[in-house]
């Protein structure tokens, strides 16, 4: 009885997020329900024919022969119940995924409105990129191997975060359950895998040296578990096996001849919005850049050692030339392509190298956008640091990464760009409460994002609306009448531009 009524006062306070997430789940399952089998669902449901012996002697010859996860042994383990089930359970991880980082958020920042982060998160989702959204959301065994593995990471990594930063008390299956969680994070995939070992490290590395905090032996060995986890994966005879027969001339390349043959296919896809589809990585990783440069020259203000100022300063005026320089691209003007080639022209290099023409201008791109992702890190460790919580410099470094590592892969299709936009999507989230807090005008750098992702004529007509609302809120605030856009964070920059209008020989000045 005690929890019903928690559960009821709950949702009477949060009936605006509540409404939120069951109208979004209910249309997620709409759309699930026209999903069908096709591809390698068709082969692992032959399989799943044999019953839990063919599946186990699956798991086993897929580990020695073809790779090293265990996702196909769940594929085959979901022909043995409705399809249905894994319908409802895809719907729930995406539910649980928002649960999750919305309650961690709310732990920072008590006064956030759930319903908002809630309404981004799924619009986030519904906006994915179609080609990605089919071979990930929508098809049953790319659903286990990408969906699956990145809220297997997000569960290990939201109990690790719960205990160590949000001080959730250790309760006694944590020695049983934790480590348990942790070696099947490790034991996902390569992206998910390797990022439960990276993000745990350095999420311990922050109790330990910046928080200065004591962590108990429990998370110490729950943190090793998932590193066995992951070797577990690494070590698989099948990833050898498969390299050596579907990619017997890259298996040969040493280390760094496997990143310069993959370099170019990476970079591309991580920045390349002119090449790329709409709602893909690019368009993610901009709007996060952008929200982390409003925030940091926001932040920056008041902080009050010097020579952080000035470094915050300089890399923040890097990524703000950056931004601006692909909002000159979308513009299509005669010095487009130069641009275009200067930022965007990822060569393949290792051939380039072996034909000793290897020269400047084809490692430039190479080079501004690798500073721009390592300047995205450092202010994302900037604002975490000032904020005292680790969680966004943790989502923008493992997003990069989990896209940057798939360097050391023969290939790296659509579906495998996922956890990084799984990531993203958080972090996202993220960064706009922390521009509630501080009350950040971030319109300005949206604009320009959403003008050089979707074209020229729609960031002109966002830029001329955002002026208008602007004009109407100064006007109304000069004649103390209440305004319905008070609360539009301000304005942008480009809209002060617009709306400096003379009147009785002053201009209209920006708050």
């Known amino acids: 009885m005690e929890r019903g009524k928690k559960i009821v006062e709950y949702v009477k306070q949060n009936k605006a997020y509540v409404l939120v997430m069951i109208i979004a789940s209910i249309m997620f399952l709409v759309q699930m329900s026209h999903v069908v089998l096709y591809a390698d669902d068709l082969t692992l449901g032959h399989i799943a024919k044999q019953g839990m012996a063919g599946a186990i002697q699956h798991l086993f010859s897929n580990y020695m022969e073809w790779g090293g996860g265990p ?51 799924w619009i986030c989702v519904y906006i994915l990129n179609i080609g990605i959204a089919s071979q990930t959301l929508y098809w049953l065994d790319g659903n286990i191997a990408y969906v699956l593995t990145a809220f297997q990471f997000f569960i290990y990594f939201y109990y690790l975060y719960s205990r160590l930063i949000m001080k959730t008390e250790t309760k006694k299956y944590d020695t049983v359950l934790l480590p348990l969680v942790a070696f099947f994070a490790g034991w996902t995939g390569p992206q998910a895998g390797a990022l439960t070992v990276i993000i745990s490290v350095l999420l311990l590395a922050w109790v330990k040296w910046v928080r200065k905090e004591k962590v108990k032996p429990i998370y110490m060995v729950a943190v090793v578990i998932g590193i066995v986890g992951f070797l577990v994966y690494y070590l698989a005879p099948g990833n050898n096996a498969r390299m050596l027969q579907v990619y017997p001339e890259f298996a040969e390349y040493n280390l760094f001849e496997k990143i310069y043959y993959r370099m170019d296919s990476v970079w591309t896809i991580l920045f390349n919005y002119v090449v790329s589809e709409q709602a893909s990585i690019p368009f993610y990783l901009y709007i996060v850049i952008g929200l982390v440069l409003s925030l940091c020259m926001k932040m920056v203000k008041e902080e009050k050692k010097k020579w952080i100022t000035k470094g915050v300063k300089i890399v923040s005026v890097m990524l703000l030339v950056f931004l601006v320089l692909n909002f000159v691209i979308a513009m299509q003007g005669d010095y487009n392509s130069t641009i275009t080639n200067m930022i965007f022209r990822f060569e393949p290099i290792l051939a380039h190298i072996k034909e000793n023409s290897l020269h400047f201008d084809l490692i430039l791109p190479y080079i501004i956008t690798t500073l721009v992702m390592v300047a995205t890190v450092v202010l994302s460790y900037y604002i975490s640091y000032r904020e005292k919580n680790p969680l966004l410099v943790l989502l923008v470094l493992g997003a990069l990464l989990g896209q940057a590592m798939m360097v050391l892969s023969p290939y790296s299709p659509l579906r495998t760009t996922f956890i990084t936009i799984y990531l993203l999507w958080l972090a996202i989230v993220t960064l706009i409460a922390m521009v509630k807090k501080y009350k950040v005008s971030v319109v300005w750098i949206i604009t320009m994002i959403v003008s050089t992702i979707f074209g020229l004529n729609i960031g002109i007509i966002l830029l001329i609306s955002y002026a208008i609302i602007y004009y109407m809120q100064e006007e109304r605030t000069r004649r103390k009448v209440p305004c319905f856009t008070s609360n539009c964070n301000y304005c942008c920059f480009w809209s002060y531009y617009f709306c400096t209008l003379q009147r009785n020989g002053r201009g209209i000045q920006g708050k």
């Open 71 to 121: 996702t196909p042994f769940f594929v085959i383990l979901l022909f043995f119940v409705p399809l249905k089930v894994w319908k409802i359970g895809n719907c729930l991880m995406i539910v649980l995924t928002m649960i999750g980082i919305i309650r961690i958020i709310s732990f920072h920042y008590k006064q956030i409105n759930k319903a908002m982060l809630a309404l981004v998160l």
